[in-house]
């Protein structure tokens, strides 16, 4: 996975990061040991981005 610097604070985060709002139940149901399978397979590959932000 390629690393891009964020802004100028010189800490590199993953170029594709993972979008976690999937894992909620704002589409349903979540399976929670799906969800872990999904952020260990990030890690895996080596995303550093995950977008856990609340939808407001």
């Known amino acids: ?3 891009r ?3 100028k604070t010189g800490v590199k985060i ?4 993972l979008g976690c709002m999937g894992m909620s139940e ?3 149901s979540a399976d929670e ?6 952020l260990n ?3 895996d590959l080596g995303s550093t981005f995950w977008d ?4 407001i």
């Not at 040991?33 to 999904?38: L, R, Y």
């Not at 856990?52 to 939808?55: E, G, H, I, L």
């Open 52 to 55: 856990t932000s609340v939808r």
């Open 26 to 28: 704002f589409y349903g």
């Open 14 to 17: 993953s170029a594709i990061g």
């Open 1 to 3: 996975m390629s690393l």
């Open 5 to 7: 610097e964020l802004g």
């Open 33 to 38: 040991q799906e969800n872990i399978n999904v």
């Open 41 to 43: 397979r990030a890690i």
